[in-house]
């Protein structure tokens, strides 16, 4: 009896890195729509082509946001329309993986979507119409059909490994199960369960084409279910106390030697065909939970997971017994998840279990959506973020496939009525983004370098001996060539009659003695032939050894050499994909950043254009204000020379009233000196000397039309319109002639806004020490305006100034006994006059002295 031999699953020990394999293959995302119930049911879901959906949201939906209507595609490896069938579909989506699965490769297949959107469907069928997984049974079980080992001749381990027995052990094994009567999986030989009978009668007859006939295979099955982040075992057969009802024991996960996720204590069954494989799944199908709710009659309440193990093993160069390599054997997994639907409890209304099974489904599924993301932020932008696998039993069940352990497919199930919108929306958008989620392709299995196609050689001559046996030596072929053994076979002396019937006889014997020497000659002859042809053929042997181990270093040397180029050339795809990735994220980059500099250029433009309107406003203003201010100098240019022609006029004037007076003073003298001295000159009158004094003294004419000095305000040239006369509190008060004043004014000690929103003119009286020690009194007026952000702001126009004087010196007379001459006097009264008169000064900004210049004197009255 031979040892048993463990054999490991064809996976690389040590944990798995999905960047250290340069060839990866996205993760394949179906989508499938379900047939409406009601043929006039208003839809949100169109299929554009056969790889793009359109969602638009109702017509409800967009009256309840304003009248936005928004469309959004949504693209997939491939979308199955309404009308698609079961058959369809499995040659898409499952097939490839049935075909990795006889291969030796791992695959992870699971249906996703909103509730009631046809999960189960897609993968269970119904009577008449199969769906995925009662198809991919039959294409397993057509691909071995006639490859199959004996029951228990591979037998699975609780550390998620298998042995491999010989066929007396397998026999053993199948004895004491049928003598304990603890069959563990449905006779073959049982009637097929009605209820399940139309969903596996598959006519298709789909198999695998290129199987490897020199294995043996068998086939182990599974079904577990995930039920509020709990794992439980459907296929668990453990007896039914009534008095005391036990609940199910939950099953706990755990990692093999090579790191690798499994339920350990689950139930393995094996099986030997489609019917019964798929009736050990609908045992368990009928322990799964489901409930119903207000949008499916039968929902699912948990995660179920179908698990399909194919354990096989190359025979040996006899094409008989099954090889107990451990490095040979091979053990790939299909795994078919029918994940619970996500829903919404504000339409399920559950409440109490309903809902507590609710808030889990989703947490499941938010989880797997973490994993996702990270998964895929990790391999687009190169980071290291953890994948939070553990936060929840089905991605930590499943982290070995997102590692690069098989093949991963997804099948998004969507209902395309308008009450499922926003959960479709959602479900689609994740399952687009699922798609840039890539997963490393698993190894290779090993090469057993056995002859191809010896079973069936093996076969074939053990039926052609069996028939020559038959034939007890007759003509084997009659054309073929005979060998010289046979030949010297056939020409052996034949035995003479052994049978002594007489005492006397002499002759037989000696007969017999003959042919029995020339026999053994014979025999020595053939046996020394042997010998020599042993030894040719051991020498032929040695010859092709030595050949075959020099061929064999030549291609190991070969080999090694395309394995440093391999490796150098995957080094250097892995440093492209990195720079290529690196690029991709610096092109991100530049992307946003043209975007923030684009509409930072669209900004300037626009405060461009705003400036530029700004300054062709105020350059119109700055050439009215030119204009205007050209006529100002011509029209003080005019009166100028009029005040010049009028001064001049005035001292014409004067200096004949000096020559008169001095005429008038010769005549005088003349008549003194003429005149007996008897007589006395004739004094004017006191009126007529006060008169012309007073003609000599007057300061220059004041300009024509000018207004007489009067006691009152002035009153300010905007009268008409609304000010804000702003007079600080810390100005003091002045008793000039002129005041400002402007009427119906708003009086404030400070600026505010409410003062300014009220009136479109502003005054501010400023005061400030002049150079001579006086008083310097500055009226700054300007313009009020609205800004854009609601304010008010200034725009100071012209600015005038108030300014005292007091006299810094005076002319007195020497002595009142010596009267000054007349012009003396005149000159006298006329500085006199000047000292002690008022002087007020009004001009604009930026003047010195100009035409707005008017001086007011009153003379002082002398006393008589």
Not at 75 to 86: H, M, Y
Not at 169 to 189: N, V, Y
Not at 282 to 292: L, S
């Amino acid at each position: 009896m031979k040892a048993a031999a463990r054999t490991k699953t064809p996976r690389k020990p040590g944990p798995k890195n999905a960047s250290s394999n340069s060839l990866k293959d996205p993760v394949g995302v179906y989508c499938r729509l379900r047939p409406v119930i009601v043929p006039e049911q208003e839809c949100c879901i169109k299929v554009i082509n056969t790889t793009t959906v359109q969602v638009h949201p109702p017509d409800g939906y967009r009256l309840g946001r304003n009248g936005e209507y928004k469309e959004v595609q949504y693209s997939f490896k491939e979308v199955f329309n309404i009308g698609a069938t079961q058959r369809h579909v499995f040659d898409v989506v499952a097939r490839p993986l049935v075909d990795d699965l006889i291969h030796g490769k791992n695959g992870l297949l699971f249906t996703y979507g909103v509730t009631g959107s046809g999960k189960t469907h897609t993968m269970t069928g119904s009577p008449g119409d199969g769906g995925l997984l009662p198809r991919s049974l039959d294409m397993i079980f057509n691909s071995i059909v006639t490859l199959q080992a004996k029951r228990y001749v591979f037998k699975l381990d609780d550390k998620n490994g298998v042995e491999v027995q010989c066929d007396v052990d397998a026999l053993l094994e199948r004895q004491k199960r049928e003598a304990f009567q603890i069959p563990k999986t449905p006779s073959g030989k049982r009637q097929v369960d009605p209820e399940i009978a139309d969903m596996i009668n598959v006519q298709d007859n789909c198999k695998v084409e290129e199987v490897d006939e020199d294995n043996v295979y068998s086939v182990f099955v599974s079904y577990i279910e995930i039920y509020n982040n709990y794992i439980y075992d459907l296929l668990d057969e453990s007896p039914f106390d009534p008095i005391k009802p036990k609940l199910p024991q939950s099953r706990i996960l755990r990692e093999d030697q090579n790191h690798n996720m499994y339920v350990a204590g689950c139930t393995e069954v094996e099986v030997k065909s489609t019917e019964e494989a798929f009736e050990v799944f609908w045992r368990g199908q009928k322990k799964r939970r489901i409930a119903n709710t207000q949008l499916n009659r039968e929902s699912s309440r948990s995660h179920s997971v179908f698990l399909i193990k194919l354990a096989q093993a190359p025979l040996d160069a006899n094409g008989d017994n099954v090889l107990q390599d451990r490095e040979l054997i091979t053990l790939s997994q299909l795994s078919l998840v029918d994940l619970a639907g996500s829903e919404r409890t504000n339409r399920t209304k559950a409440e109490g279990n309903r809902l507590r099974e609710a808030g889990n489904i989703n947490q499941s599924l938010m989880t797997l959506r973490a994993c996702i993301e990270a998964l895929r932020e990790n391999q687009t932008y190169g980071t290291n973020k953890m994948v939070p696998y553990r936060d929840s039993k089905l991605t930590h069940l499943f982290k070995n496939y997102f590692d690069g352990e098989g093949k991963v497919r997804m099948i998004v199930c969507v209902n395309p009525k308008a009450e499922d919108y926003d959960e479709s929306l959602q479900v689609l958008r994740f399952a687009e983004l699922t798609q840039e989620v890539e997963v490393a392709r698993p190894a290779e299995k090993p090469v057993c370098g056995l002859i191809p196609g010896r079973r069936f050689r093996n076969q074939a001559f053990r039926e052609e001996l069996s028939r020559q046996l038959e034939l007890r030596g007759g003509p084997i072929d009659g054309d073929r060539e005979q060998s010289v053994t046979e030949m010297l076979l056939q020409n052996l002396p034949p035995m003479p009659s052994c049978e002594l019937l007489d005492i006397n006889d002499d002759q037989t014997l000696p007969r017999l003695i003959e042919v029995l020497e020339k026999r053994h000659r014979i025999r020595q002859m053939l046996s020394e032939e042997f010998t020599k042809n042993v030894l040719s053929v051991k020498g032929m042997v040695q010859e092709l050894d030595s050949s075959i181990v020099s061929k064999e270093n030549y291609a190991q040397i070969k080999m090694a050499e395309r394995d440093k180029m391999i490796s150098a050339q995957k080094t250097e795809i892995e440093r492209l994909e990195k720079k290529a990735k690196t690029l991709e994220y610096k092109i991100d980059i530049l992307e946003k950043t043209t975007t923030i500099y684009e509409e930072e250029k669209r900004n300037l433009q626009q405060e461009l254009e705003n400036k530029s309107q700004k300054l062709q406003r105020q350059v119109s203003d700055k050439r009215r204000l030119e204009a205007r201010l050209q006529g100002m100098v011509t029209e003080t240019t005019m009166k100028w020379e009029k005040e010049c022609e009028r001064r001049v006029a005035a001292k014409q004037l004067e200096m004949q009233n000096k020559l008169w007076v001095k005429d008038e003073k010769l005549k005088q003298l003349k008549a003194i000196v003429t005149e007996p001295k008897s007589s006395k000159p004739e004094r004017p009158s006191r009126e007529k000397d006060r008169e012309k004094a007073l003609q000599r003294s007057l300061s220059p004419p004041p300009i024509p039309n000018a207004l007489p000095v009067r006691l009152r305000h002035r009153r300010s040239r905007s009268a008409g319109e609304r000010w804000v006369d702003h007079k600080p509190a810390s100005n003091v008060q002045t008793e000039t002639v002129m005041q400002p004043h402007v009427p119906h004014a708003i009086t404030v000690a400070a600026a505010n806004e409410k003062a300014l929103a009220k009136c479109d003119k502003y005054m501010l009286t400023h005061q400030e020490l002049a150079s001579d020690g006086e008083i310097e009194t500055k009226l700054i007026k300007g313009d009020v305006y609205k800004t854009r952000g609601g304010g008010q702001a200034v725009q100071f126009t012209e600015i005038e100034t108030l300014k005292q004087e007091s006299p810094t010196g005076r002319k007195r007379r020497s002595s009142p006994s010596s009267p000054p001459l007349p012009d003396e006097a005149t000159e006298s009264e006329w500085t006199d006059v000047e000292t002690r008169c008022s002087v007020a000064v009004e001009m604009k900004a930026g003047s010195h002295l100009g035409p707005g210049y008017q001086h007011h004197a009153q003379p002082k009255r002398r006393k008589p």
